[in-house]
């Protein structure tokens, strides 16, 4: 992160360098930028499982270039307004007689300036790309991981926010242009740094209370004893549970659900990985619960030689996954249901054997088309 941080900053400062002259000022924003970041990293120890990819690197360092390239622009404001103040000054003191050479105090109070903000930049933008590539959460991606597997917009946003900039950096250095070319390549890296920016968390309407009995009557049918917004009772526990709308149970098998509604012009947007983490780490949390506490069922059956899984279930209503999420939900097991228009997607549950998921997912799409029945009874308790 030090390097990619020093390389975003430095392509920004070589369109500040091109304006005033100096290509050698890039070496010493290069140096000191790899000081300030690897102090600012110093002991940092990432609680995170996954390891960003090359293509998490390169966007992260795409979006990188926004800050020093808005500081450059920041800095060269600066200068023209203290520029502008001390010429005014020198004129007032030249009424009087005084003849002052403000030029040298310009460049140290710009100098100052500079390198105070430089610094608190360089600080920001690092801390950010630590963040938004080691999330403080185990098996949680990168936040660029889902820009990551479009491959065609990934080399795309490669190409006009690392590539084209550093070569017109380059260009502006070796032909020594006009200034102009500099203050346009400054705006040009603001704005195409923003199509790396990880895209806002996507937010979505809870499922109507009808479109959840239907889905706990599907299990019912199927013969699953279902417990609504199950909680354990403790308070540090709980809170992880909030994304879980139901647990179902037969025997040995056991589901945590959640169900996914979007209408409207929304509903056309497909849901990335992020929508199933929740939803995952609440399945592992009743998984541990159950397993120190024991199954529900209304007569406890003889322990299993091996601790049964709680099997988190993800239905989506009127919704479709990205790619993301059907890499996401492949890697931890994650089964999804896509109820909709176009039908039923059966590929979710294809890798169960009991085929208890295929029914249900048939059922509860003709309950949604047909009408919600008189739901199955179902409790609001703990499920262990």
Request: glycine share 8%; hydrophobic share 50%.
């Amino acid at each position: 992160m030090t390097l990619l941080t020093a390389v975003a900053t430095t392509i920004a400062a070589g369109a500040l360098a091109s304006v005033v002259g100096s290509p050698l000022a890039l070496v010493a924003v290069f140096a000191a930028t790899v000081l300030v970041a690897a102090i600012t990293l110093r002991g940092f120890v990432s609680r995170g499982t996954v390891r960003p990819t090359t293509a998490e690197f390169l966007l992260a360092t795409v979006d990188a270039v926004s800050p020093p390239a808005i500081c450059c622009f920041f800095l060269i404001g600066l200068y023209f307004l203290a520029d502008l103040a001390a010429r005014l000054v020198a004129s007032l003191l030249a009424l009087v007689g005084v003849h002052w050479g403000h030029h040298l105090v310009v460049l140290i109070v710009a100098a100052v300036f500079g390198v105070l903000y430089g610094v608190v930049t360089v600080v920001i933008t690092v801390e950010a790309m630590r963040e938004k590539l080691y999330p403080d959460v185990a098996g949680v991606p990168s936040v660029y991981h889902e820009l990551a597997t479009r491959r065609g917009r990934l080399m795309l946003t490669v190409l006009l926010g690392l590539i084209v900039p550093a070569a017109a950096v380059a260009l502006l250095l070796a032909t020594g242009a006009a200034s102009w070319p500099g203050y346009v390549l400054l705006l040009y890296m603001i704005l195409v740094s923003t199509t790396a920016s990880p895209p806002d968390p996507v937010i979505l309407d809870n499922a109507s209370d009808e479109v959840v009995d239907a889905l706990a009557a599907s299990f019912g049918e199927s013969g699953y004893e279902v417990v609504m917004h199950p909680r354990t009772g403790e308070a540090e526990v709980d809170p992880l549970l909030v994304e879980v709308d139901m647990f179902a149970q037969k025997g040995p098998r056991r589901f945590a659900v959640q169900v996914k509604q979007r209408e409207g012009e929304s509903a056309a947007e497909p849901l990335p990985w992020s929508a199933a983490t929740g939803l995952a780490t609440a399945a592992r949390v009743l998984e541990l619960d159950l397993q120190a506490s024991g199954p529900a069922e209304p007569e406890p059956p003889s322990p299993p030689s091996v601790p049964e899984r709680v099997e988190p279930v993800l239905v989506l209503v009127g919704l479709e996954p990205d790619s993301s999420l059907n890499a996401f939900s492949e890697a931890e097991h994650v089964h999804i249901l896509s109820v909709g228009k176009a039908g039923v997607s059966s590929s979710a549950v294809d890798a169960d054997e009991s085929g208890d998921l295929s029914v249900i997912t048939e059922r509860y799409a003709a309950r949604l088309v047909g009408g919600t029945p008189a739901r199955t009874p179902a409790t609001e308790a703990a499920p262990g």
